[in-house]
């Protein structure tokens, strides 16, 4: 089972930042972070993953927070294009899989 | 760098035959993975290969099967075709490692009538 837990959906005005919630409150030490998104009957796109340090890449930032129990993925200037159903995954650092719940719907609106 | 590809995009098929649905991961990958989506259990693992071995196996009937190759490549197959296995089946590919990130590749539309 997953072990994160997510709105099922959100709605963000476009140009504005759009901040994904997610709870991972049994993350044990060595698992990380990790978040896709899936625009429809496409494959999963990676965006960002982290450990226990907030991380920046030129798509998104993750936001950790110290007891790690739960994240925020912030897209920083929302575009329609950014419309998708995002996945946060706890996932082991040797593990070769991805257990996937079953995301926030994000709507970016003009 | 090429991502992952695979093949065929489309394919239908009728119930009780075998479906074959190949995977050619990035360059330098060996870890492959696969799993399925379907709008009733979205996102499910399969299984994974590593050096042509299986690693990690998912909650799937013995009908879902895959095999590595030494480039490799993977295939994953389906035999005794049900209705309930149409689905888009994905690929992943990745370096072993820890904190290392699994690509997707943009799935294989399989439906049986």
């Known amino acids: 089972d997953a072990k994160t837990t997510q709105p099922p959906s959100m709605d963000c005005a476009e140009g504005r930042a759009a901040n994904l919630p997610c709870n991972h409150s049994?993350?044990?030490?060595?698992?990380?972070v990790y978040w896709y998104r899936q625009i429809h009957s496409q494959g999963p796109q990676y965006i960002i993953h982290g450990l226990k340090n907030n991380e920046t890449n030129e798509m998104a930032s993750l936001i950790i927070t110290e007891d790690r129990k739960s994240s925020t993925l912030i897209l920083p200037h929302a575009t329609l294009r950014d419309t998708a159903v995002y996945y946060c995954i706890v996932r082991l650092g040797s593990q070769g899989n991805l257990i996937f719940g079953k995301g926030t719907k994000l709507s970016v609106k003009p | 760098k090429a991502g992952v590809t695979q093949t065929p995009r489309y394919l239908i098929k009728t119930r009780g035959q075998q479906v074959t649905l190949s995977c050619s991961p990035i360059?330098?990958?060996?870890?492959v993975s696969w799993y399925q989506q379907t709008p009733g259990q979205g996102l499910q693992f399969l299984f994974e290969?590593?050096?042509?071995?299986?690693?990690n196996k998912g909650n799937f009937p013995g009908r879902f099967s895959g095999r590595q190759f030494s480039n490799s490549r993977s295939e994953m197959n389906v035999s005794t075709l049900e209705l309930g296995d149409s689905a888009l089946y994905l690929c992943?590919?990745?370096?072993?490692?820890?904190?290392?990130?699994?690509?997707f590749g943009e799935g294989s539309w399989l439906t049986v009538v």
């Open positions: 360059s330098g990958h060996r870890s």
């Open positions: 992943a590919s990745s370096l072993l490692g820890t904190g290392n990130t699994i690509y």
């Open positions: 290969y590593f050096s042509e071995t299986q690693r």
């Open positions: 049994t993350i044990s030490g060595n698992e990380y």
